[in-house]
Structures are given as C-alpha cells and as structure tokens.
C-alpha cells in the first residue's frame, strides 16, 4: 500500500525502526522502493537503503540494513551553498502560516441607566 501511494504522489515513504536496548543510535531509516522519483527525492532515494525483501519477496525491517538516524539527518541537513537538500529544509521552515488578525470592537458610551448593571 505505501509503495503505491508514494508512486501515486511522487514521494518517497520511510519507515524508522528503533531497537530497544542499542547504545547509541538505536534508530534506522529506510525506504520504500518506489519508481516515480524525480530531482532531489530521487538523489536522496539512492542514500537510503530500500526495505530488504524475505525469499518471498515481501519487505520486512532488518535494524542491521537500516540507515542510521544520525547519518540520515546529516544528509537532509548538510549545508551546500543553499542548493540541494538542505534547501528543502530551509523551504520547509520559512513557510509561513496565516495569523488571525484582531477585530477591535468599538467602546460605546452606557447610557446612564445602564450604569449600575456594569461592573
């Protein structure tokens, strides 16, 4: 199913896989063989490792073939002159949300008899 939706979509699926009890990195990425990806995706697709198939041919986790997290993020974040992937990065964080703006309500004057129910 997520190979699907990534060739679907154009994206690459990941799963991160952890392993309790590993000092140290205990976290590994991998990705999901897809066929549709383009430019930076499919530069970033060929440094992950796909999911390792059984004799099936049905993809399972194996920690040991896994990226480590560390390098993952080391890859997605590296500095190169504002090209590349750490410019996807860089995209993501400048996008910028829409603020609800503040509706000022003008202050009316009371009448007087309505004074004494204002407090």
Do not use: N
Request: hydrophobic letters at 35%.
């Amino acid at each position: 199913a997520m190979k699907e939706i990534g060739e679907k979509c154009g994206l690459m699926p990941l799963y991160a896989h952890r392993l309790k009890g590993v000092r140290g990195d205990s976290w590994r990425i991998f990705r999901v063989e897809t066929t549709t990806l383009t430019g930076r995706l499919a530069t970033l697709a060929r440094r992950i490792p796909p999911l390792p198939l059984t004799r099936t041919g049905k993809p399972h986790l194996d920690w040991d073939q896994g990226l480590p997290l560390h390098q993952f993020l080391g890859i997605v974040c590296r500095k190169s002159d504002d090209a590349g992937l750490s410019r996807l990065v860089k995209d993501a964080l400048s996008i910028e949300t829409e603020s609800e703006s503040i509706i000022e309500i003008e202050q009316k004057t009371i009448p007087a008899w309505m004074e004494r129910f204002h407090s």
